[in-house]
């Protein structure tokens, strides 16, 4: 048993029917799976969170149509790997053979310089890449590798399918087959895995692991006394780089200093991109902090910006002062929800029609079927306001922005009230 590979290698699909998850891709008639079937394979993007299936769709999809598989790091490879397999690539493509498939992990982790030696070989044909990552590839990836590569959006596991998975391994791996084991509760497994599938059969393998008896009964509590403790041991090399980031930004939110600049000093000693650090960062200080006090955004944008230029050791000191700043401010996620409330209204209502009075109009034909007339120009009133409607009819009044209590957004709140009285109740 201790020469086989983790059960999570063990577990890993090698079809798109065993797949987990993911059906808005490769379920029947699905768009990726179309592209699949028809052997008309674009370069691609996988974003989504860790322990989705990534990796593992991009080796099915190469399986599937026969290709070579070339898998890189972007942790640890370079521009000089990246060269060697796109050599590699090329003899085979010279050779008659079909095009690889070179598969890129992290691949927001590449430098402008590695993304750009990727570019030729893509733009030539020598490869289909396929490239993984849990950062927004608008923001990480070269705009010209984008702009050839296809993005699909993988999704959260649903908890049936993380259940599924446990199911699955209990009745095909060869370790556990012959165990009795009895699941009870999921709740525990489900909560520490974080939805990520692998950390979940991780977490699995240690409990059984851990449990000396000929009859295995898997509970809430067995999972806290015999696994918690031990995950940290367990994980491979990265893969608490998720959760220690969420402890960073609770921390935060939180409004806890000590508990920021431990978790930061974790994640620094560790190794972590600076970059990403102040990134999130930047994120926190308009989703927690908004408006309740506005520096915050500016000085977690000077922050990301002045670690870019001076980079390591000497950021750590930028992110500590940011990070303890964000901890020590006052929060508010008012505009957080209000924008995520607004689109929960766009999607319900769908596209209601623009009032003429806010149209804009151009031309004499617009002008004489009455598009902008009767808006009032706000600055030519006293106070620079005047009352008129900026909805569609149909919404009109709705309120969307709740400020939050702290100074700022009550001052914005009694302020609202002179302008609009009873109109929104603020």
């Not at 490769?26 to 990726?32: I, M, Y």
């Not at 950390?199 to 809430?220: G, W």
């Not at 980079?311 to 995520?340: C, F, H, W």
């Amino acid at each position: 048993m201790n020469n086989l590979p983790p059960l999570a290698e063990r577990m890993r699909p090698k079809t798109l029917d065993d797949y987990v998850g993911q059906k808005h891709l490769v379920g029947p008639g699905a768009v990726l799976r179309k592209a699949i079937e028809s052997g008309n394979l674009p370069s691609m993007i996988f974003w989504g969170p860790p322990g989705v299936g990534k990796t593992t769709l991009a080796y099915i999809i190469s399986q599937s149509l026969n290709r070579p598989f070339f898998a890189l790091s972007a942790i640890n490879s370079g521009v000089k790997d990246v060269r060697e397999v796109i050599e590699r690539a090329s003899l085979l493509k010279q050779g008659g053979q079909t095009l690889p498939v070179l598969f890129i992990d992290e691949i927001h982790r590449f430098s402008k310089s590695q993304q750009d030696s990727l570019l030729g070989a893509v733009e030539r044909g020598i490869v289909t890449l396929i490239g993984a990552t849990t950062e927004n590839p608008s923001f990480e990836v070269i705009s010209a590798l984008l702009s050839r590569c296809q993005v699909y959006i993988l999704q959260h596991l649903h908890e049936d399918d993380l259940i599924n998975l446990l199911q699955k391994a209990m009745q095909d791996d060869e370790v556990l087959q012959q165990k009795n084991i009895t699941i009870r509760d999921y709740e525990a497994l489900l909560r520490l895995s974080g939805g990520d599938a692998r950390k979940l059969l991780n977490i699995f393998e240690l409990l059984i692991n851990a449990i000396d008896s000929p009859e295995i009964i898997v509970t809430n509590e067995a999972v806290l006394e015999n696994v918690q403790q031990n995950m940290a041991l367990y994980d491979k090399a990265g893969e608490q780089h998720y959760d220690i980031i969420s402890a960073f930004i609770k921390s935060m939110r939180g409004s806890d200093p000590n508990g920021a600049v431990y978790w930061l000093a974790r994640m620094l000693v560790g190794g972590e991109d600076p970059l990403f650090i102040a990134r999130r960062m930047l994120i926190l200080a308009s989703e927690d902090i908004g408006n309740a006090n506005p520096n915050a955004l500016l000085l977690a944008q000077s922050c990301f910006e002045a670690v870019n230029v001076i980079g390591m050791p000497e950021a750590r000191i930028i992110l500590s002062q940011t990070a303890v700043y964000l901890a020590t401010s006052a929060k508010s996620n008012a505009s957080y929800m209000a924008i995520d409330t607004a689109m929960a209204l766009v999607k319900q209502t769908g596209d209601l029609p623009i009032p003429l009075h806010l149209r804009n109009a151009p031309t004499k034909l617009m002008k004489n079927i009455g598009y902008g007339k009767d808006y009032k120009y706000a600055h030519s009133y006293e106070g620079n306001f005047t009352d008129q409607d900026f909805l569609p009819d149909a919404i009109k009044g709705t309120q969307l922005y709740e400020p939050g209590n702290n100074a700022r957004e009550n001052e914005a709140r009694e302020k609202l009230k002179k302008l609009w009285g009873n109109r929104y109740k603020y």
